[in-house]
DNA sequence: TGGATAAGTTTTATATGGCTAACATTAAAT
DNA sequence: ATTTAATGTTAGCCATATAAAACTTATCCA
């Protein structure tokens, strides 16, 4: 029985932003992550030495990065909940993209299985309700 | 022109404490704080003078502590966050209520103003379909 | 092929925030 | 009033995560 030691939003994050990369540009470079995070490029070969302590992602000094299958399970169930959350506050509340974006960015490290699996059958059940919005303004 | 700093979850959990042990028991106590936020005695100490410091709350060493309008201002942002994202966790999602109240906890620091005004007013809406649930058997 | 430049790394320092344990103060009990 | 227990503080340490700047390795290309 190992403890599952509760990964950081932080963690979360670089491992969000490798998949992300990986897709883009089939590799992840240390300093596109960098960029992406808005961080210099020195603090990320340090996270990179954990995360590949951790066994989440395939990590050699001066090559490229790649996710491990344990890291990659992490990153889609991130970037999932991304997308859910983002679509919720661009599309139905309407929030402007840039500001969706962010703020799915900090939820989506905010919610527990279970009420995000909640969050999403509840987003299916607005479909059923077209006239919703007669009341707003 | 002072740039506003934005307060750490940290600041803002610590905030939002005071204000719940305020309201139950006139007073916050450090040891409350303690026990409330599952930390040490000795953590928090070194805390309130950061938030002292920054004009948060009231504190002198050995007495009692309290909110300042400022702090309080925030507190009660928080407190009202923390309701309406467990009101909306636990009676439209269903979610259980402890953890309702977990995630509600950590979803009150993510969401930026404008996405939280906007979902307010969303959650409004809701009562206009009151047979939105047809879909989840 | 040998610089120049770009990318990656290392080291040192900083900031946050927690813990332990010893110490100080306050409050309670006898 | 004095002892005891509870509460609060201090000091030193650890972990996380970042920045700055110097240094190393790769890459490009003239």
């Known amino acids: 029985m ?15 932003t490798i998949l992300a990369l990986q897709t883009q540009n089939t590799v992840a470079r240390s300093k596109d992550i960098a960029e992406k995070l808005d961080i210099k490029r020195g603090s990320v070969t340090g996270m990179l030495k954990k995360l590949a302590a951790r066994k989440l992602i395939n990590y050699e000094p001066y090559g490229y990065v790649t996710l491990t299958p344990e890291g990659e399970k992490i990153a889609k169930k991130i970037e999932y909940r991304h997308t859910v959350l983002k679509d919720f506050l661009f599309r139905i509340l309407e929030v402007d993209e840039a500001r969706a974006d962010e703020t799915a960015c900090r939820m989506e490290h905010a919610m527990d299985s279970q009420s995000f699996k909640k969050f999403v059958e509840f987003i299916a059940t607005l479909d059923a309700c077209p006239y919703r919005k007669q009341g707003m303004e």
């Not at 190992?2 to 969000?16: A, R, W």
């Open 2 to 16: 190992e403890k599952t030691v509760p990964l950081s939003e932080n963690i979360e994050d670089y491992l969000e």
